[in-house]
């Protein structure tokens, strides 16, 4: 069984920052893409950044420039540094992996969501 808990959701003020972590723990054999998606509301979930095993990065063109997605292989954990906040990011932001488990089985996998707000 393979699990992936976010954190570091929270209120913050536009102009400000905030980092955002996944970790995945369970069954793992090997973690593939790790990303993040957000969904607000009324609106379909969309891509934010993904971030492949070997490091290479896609930033969605909303948030080039001011956000920034990394991983730490040995924690199993994918980071979003989120900066220059506006009120257009506010949603509930996703973690996502593509995970190979024990069984050699690969399949997608996806956190419980972490709210973000940015208001005044």
């Known amino acids: 069984q393979v699990q992936l808990v976010e954190s570091g959701g929270g209120l913050v003020q536009p102009g400000g920052s905030l980092r955002l972590s996944c970790v995945a723990s369970g069954s793992i054999f090997r973690i593939n893409t790790m990303g993040w998606y957000r969904q607000a509301p009324g609106k379909q979930r969309e891509l934010v950044a993904t971030?492949?095993?070997?490091?290479?990065?896609n930033h969605a063109d909303s948030v080039k420039g001011r956000f920034t997605i990394s991983r730490d292989n040995a924690k199993s954990t994918v980071y979003l540094q989120m900066n220059s906040l506006k009120s257009v990011d506010t949603a509930v932001y996703y973690c996502?992996?593509?995970?190979?488990?024990?069984?050699?089985?690969?399949?997608?996998?996806w956190g419980q969501g972490t709210q973000v707000t940015v208001s005044s």
């Open positions: 971030v492949t095993g070997g490091g290479s990065t």
């Open positions: 996502y992996a593509s995970i190979m488990d024990i069984s050699r089985l690969t399949g997608a996998y």
